[in-house]
């Protein structure tokens, strides 16, 4: 692959406006709770700053931010996170992926399900990410150019 | 062969105009997707979630509550389908990458 | 007649002409990229009409406010359709992605993408 030279204004303003997508991410997945938002979109939004890095920087920048080794099993850890939480609920006698069964004392069973929905879209967010990354990785990497 | 394209896009255009005078209209409240309860009587699930949503989860959105909570199950296979687009396209292209570097 | 069939109805027939351009994309064009950037713009046309048919007059939000009781439904909008198109539009983008893996293998092996060509040169 040929060397890309980016602008600096490019390089500075990208490196500047990274740090406050990933922000605007992480407030839409943990706002989703009470305005527009959730998992799904914050996840697509902290991919977005992945990939700015991406595309303005070389290999070995953008291997230090997130590895492309990383995509697949960042999106299976994601997986698992939404199937174990599930599965916490059927072990300790609800039905699969019913909340209020959660080990946790001291809430409402409202308040239960909440924390559950909270978890729910952590993980959904890390396997959008993850799996969105891993899908510019592999069509537009550095060997494939 | 072109000629016969254009005759299915105008066909599938005037299939869809057609099918489009049918449906319902947008927005007034007597549609029968707003109502309360369907033609046969039973609870219809969206009358459910904005009357329930709030009180079984004590999360005002009810869109999370849907996709989280009342059809988590969907939501699961779906995230599954992401994670298999995923590794399908990493399998498909991974040998290449190898090969080439 | 004419204001009952144009404000009661009217993004139908934007939908319809995305469905048609999409459908004209996906059968006229030669190239398979664009062919798939058809297959795109229709189902946008798809997902747009699912959250149009989740409206309804002097509704809000479907985000509970006290303010809003929540005891009459036609307070707040259906949220099924949003929560339902809120997956199809992820899982569409995923399965743009293999589409897009399966035409850099296509590429790889007959370098071309156009599709008379390719159609020659798989013979």
């Known amino acids: 692959m040929q060397h890309r030279i980016a602008s600096p204004i490019i390089l500075l303003v990208s490196r500047f406006i990274t740090p406050y997508i990933m922000l605007y991410g992480f407030y839409v997945i943990f706002h989703g709770h009470y305005g527009p938002g959730g998992g799904f979109q914050g996840g697509a939004i902290l991919a977005a700053a992945v990939l700015l890095i991406r595309i303005v920087n070389d290999p070995e920048v953008y291997e230090i931010h997130f590895k492309s080794s990383f995509g697949i099993p960042f999106g299976a850890a994601g997986v698992l996170i939404f199937f174990g939480i599930g599965f916490i609920a059927m072990v300790l006698g609800g039905n699969f992926l019913d909340y209020s069964y959660l080990p946790l004392v001291g809430l409402t069973q409202a308040d239960v399900r909440s924390t559950g929905i909270l978890l729910i879209e952590i993980g959904v967010a890390f396997a959008v990410m993850a799996i969105l990354v891993s899908l510019y990785d592999n069509l537009l990497g550095e060997e494939n150019v | ?101 | 007649m004419f204001s009952e069939l144009f404000l009661e109805y009217y993004d139908y027939w934007f939908i319809i002409i995305l469905m048609i351009v999409g459908m004209y994309g996906m059968i006229m064009k030669k190239n398979l990229v664009k062919k798939i950037i058809g297959l795109t713009i229709f189902q946008m046309g798809i997902i747009l009409f699912y959250v149009a048919s989740a409206v309804k007059w002097k509704a809000t939000v479907p985000i509970y406010t006290p303010s809003v009781p929540n005891t009459e439904i036609a307070n707040y909008i259906n949220p099924l359709p949003h929560t339902l198109m809120l997956t199809a539009i992820v899982v569409g983008v995923a399965t743009l992605g293999v589409a897009f893996a399966l035409l850099i293998m296509i590429y790889n092996r007959y370098k071309t993408l156009h599709e008379p060509e390719l159609l020659e040169r798989m013979k």
């Open chain 2, 1 to 101: 062969m072109k000629y016969f394209n254009y005759l299915i896009i105008i066909a599938f255009g005037a299939m869809l105009i057609y099918a489009s005078l049918g449906l319902p209209q947008r927005g007034p409240a007597s549609e029968v997707a707003s109502q309360e309860t369907s033609i046969a009587g039973t609870v219809l699930p969206s009358a459910y979630y904005i009357k329930n949503a709030y009180r079984d989860a004590n999360t005002p959105n009810m869109v999370t509550v849907v996709l989280a909570d009342y059809r988590s199950i969907d939501t699961l296979g779906e995230e599954v389908v992401i994670f298999t687009a995923g590794l399908i396209c990493y399998m498909l292209l991974w040998r290449k990458r190898k090969n080439a570097a």
